[in-house]
């Protein structure tokens, strides 16, 4: 059984369409990667699998007892709220059934700390999100959504503006995770992800899915006709699309 | 003086209905200062107008009609904004100057004499009636209680409303709620500093309060202190030169706000 099965998904915001007939199996335990241009759907086809959108047409069953852990950009957020990073990762702990004058529990504070420790980030747990660094941020971001114990994680660019040292170590963290969890990643680092990942889903509107057999990018990145595609290493973090 | 001035009612009622618009300030005025609500509670706050100006027309208790219109209009802003995806600010200004024009029109339809309507557009501290103080009271009640009671799910809607979704935490509930509870400070506030006021009190002791801390109930619990000592000492400063009260608060606060950044400034710069 796959974990999530899509079955001729379609979005469509008003008259445009952000994604067209894409269909798509992702087994247990599967490194996905998502790539593609800017505007290409990603967002979309991540913001339609944590059902934040509703798909236009056609259906995506997701078999797992867990809610799927989410991880958003880190760049989004306002870094002045008023927020300590425990209270963040805590967050992920708050049952959807709203609990009047809950706190948390000894127990959730513990989980917190674990996930905390396994990522480096237990030293910050009592600072305002605004003094960390991106990279911090970030991987405050994916303990908030590995408290939530998901058997499926999902990333929206968790590297996007990361110095190359930070990127390297998300990849590993996230490798040591896909142990056991199902990860899908959007990113635009084409060279970076591609030793990481199982296979690589090119969304431009549609879908074309492919296995990373060779774990080297060359071979896939030749297979998408056009796909503009600069090595690693290469200065900054400028694609030309 | 001051001692004898307080064997009044009227003077006794002024103090607590300043004291319960600090606290509500401190708290509701810090979630509208980091969810970027202000220019939406202004427009609820002036959407207010209408309803006051429809009591004195249908001769019910004013303060019951702007509790109803700032409701109902800030309920209408969110629900137009998600269905036909016009921009909240634009939305916002309309309310806001449709509910003054509608106020103005019933006032002016109202038979006999023309109120005088300084005293909600300006606040009029030492007419706060002693069934005001209890209804004031109540909703004070109301606040607290829906804030600190869910807590935790408030500090996640502010911080991220996505995440709350997909969770499966239900924000629109969170939103319409915390709209109802906004216009009720609202209503609680229009006596004390007036309709057109309103936005220094809910946005200056939390703008302070964040100089001193990170913490979310920290904000609030230091808004509120420094609420009610500008608001009392305004009220005592407006009652000694007999000055309008509203103003008084307000100036009194802004001038707090800009000692506490510069005194602020002065020390960092000492230190580093």
């Known amino acids: ?241 | 003086m001051i001692r004898e001035f307080f064997n009044y009612t009227f003077i006794q009622n002024a103090f607590i209905s300043a004291f319960l618009a600090s606290i509500v300030c401190g708290i509701i005025g810090t979630i509208i200062v980091e969810k970027h609500l202000v220019s939406m509670s202004g427009g609820i706050a002036h959407a207010s107008f209408g309803g006051i100006g429809l009591g004195y027309l249908l001769g019910i208790e004013p303060i019951i009609g702007g509790l109803i219109f700032s409701v109902l209009s800030s309920l209408s802003i969110s629900n137009i904004k998600r269905k036909t995806n016009t921009n909240a600010d634009t939305l916002i200004g309309i309310f806001w100057s449709v509910g003054m024009a509608l106020g103005i029109l019933f006032i002016s339809l109202t038979p006999g004499y023309t109120p005088d309507m300084t005293s909600y557009l300006f606040g009029d501290i030492l007419t706060v009636s002693t069934l005001h103080i209890k209804f004031m009271l109540v909703l004070s009640i109301i606040i607290v209680f829906f804030i600190v009671g869910i807590f935790h799910y408030w500090k996640l809607y502010m911080f991220d409303e996505e995440f709350a979704k997909v969770l499966g935490i239900n924000v629109l509930t969170l939103e319409r709620l915390l709209f109802i509870l906004i216009s009720l400070s609202i209503v609680i506030l229009i006596k004390v500093v007036g309709i057109i006021l309103i936005i220094a009190l809910l946005t200056i002791p939390p703008a302070i309060a964040k100089l001193f801390t990170y913490d979310l109930k920290k904000i609030m619990i230091i808004s509120s202190l420094v609420g009610v000592l500008f608001s009392v000492s305004g009220l005592i400063i407006s009652c000694q030169f007999d000055i309008p009260s509203g103003a008084t608060i307000i100036l009194l606060s802004a001038l707090g706000y800009f000692a506490v950044t510069i005194a602020n400034k002065l020390l960092k710069k000492q230190i580093f």
């Open chain 1, 1 to 241: 059984m796959y974990d999530i099965e899509i079955k001729d998904l379609s979005v469509y915001y008003d008259s445009v369409s952000a994604l067209q007939n894409v269909s798509l199996n992702i087994s247990d335990k599967e490194f996905l990667g998502l790539i593609g241009p800017n505007g290409g759907g990603k967002t979309t086809f991540l913001k339609v699998l944590i059902g934040l959108l509703e798909p236009t047409t056609g259906t995506i069953t997701i078999n797992a007892d867990s809610p799927i852990g989410y991880v958003p950009q880190f760049i989004f957020f306002d870094r002045k709220f008023p927020i300590s990073v425990m209270d963040v990762v805590l967050m992920g702990k708050l049952p959807n059934k709203t609990k009047w004058f809950q706190s948390y529990s000894n127990k959730d504070k513990q989980c917190a700390e674990r996930v905390m420790d396994q990522l480096g980030i237990l030293d910050f747990k009592d600072r305002q999100i605004g003094q960390l660094s991106g990279g911090q941020l970030q991987k405050v971001l994916i303990a908030r959504a590995l408290v939530t114990e998901p058997k499926i994680l999902i990333l929206d660019e968790p590297t996007a503006s990361l110095d190359s040292k930070t990127k390297k170590e998300i990849y590993e963290m996230l490798k040591k995770l896909n142990k056991q969890k199902t990860i899908i990643i959007a990113s635009h680092d084409m060279g970076d992800i591609f030793s990481y990942i199982d296979s690589a889903a090119y969304i431009n509107k549609t879908l074309s899915y492919y296995k990373n057999d060779t774990k080297s990018s060359d071979e896939i990145l030749c297979k998408m006709q056009g796909y503009p595609y600069m090595k690693s290493g290469d200065k900054d973090d400028k694609r030309v699309f």
